[in-house]
């Protein structure tokens, strides 16, 4: 009898998170051309559902978002539930209200490339996804990019910072 019980746990998780982090880029790949800068209008809404997604998952399982290292924190975890454990890279705390992420390998860029789409599409979508994400977990924060494997740097540099 076929039973889903005979691929193990782990196996069915990275096919899982390989799918999650395949469809938005194979639909990138595909709808983008078409329909340019229409594609990021029509994208937007769907950060915004999986942001809510983002902030009841951190919520169920008590996340911390109340500081600026709780988020990075958050943010790393919920990275990895959705797209696997294939990011690397640490998180500083620079302050209460600071912390910067560093991230050395990114399983979206990895797929990416194997996939043929550009990297800087998967900048403008990991960026506004994750200004999203960190918005809706708690809005007196943000984060901004100033580094980026995706435009040809070594590694990715994100700020978590509170609002001014």
């Not at 959705?82 to 302050?95: A, D, Y």
């Not at 390998?105 to 999203?132: F, Y």
Request: hydrophobic share 40%.
């Amino acid at each position: 009898m076929v039973d889903i019980s005979r691929i193990p746990v782990e196996i069915r998780w990275r096919i899982a998170t390989r799918m999650v982090t395949f469809l938005p880029l194979a639909y990138n790949r595909e709808f983008n051309d078409f329909l340019g800068e229409n594609y990021a209008t029509l994208e937007y809404p769907i950060f915004e559902e999986a942001a809510k997604d983002i902030r009841a998952i951190a919520s169920a399982f008590q996340l911390p978002n109340h500081n600026a290292y709780g988020l990075a924190r958050t943010m790393d975890v919920i990275s990895s539930i959705f797209f696997g454990p294939g990011f690397q890279g640490e998180t500083l705390e620079i302050s209460n209200d600071k912390a910067l992420i560093r991230l050395t390998t990114c399983p979206l860029l990895n797929l990416a490339g194997e996939m043929g789409v550009d990297a800087e599409r998967i900048h403008q979508a990991c960026s506004t996804c994750s200004k999203e994400a960190v918005e809706c977990l708690n809005p007196e924060f943000t984060i901004n990019s100033s580094r980026s494997m995706c435009l040809g740097g070594s590694f990715c540099e994100m700020t978590i910072e509170r609002k001014v």
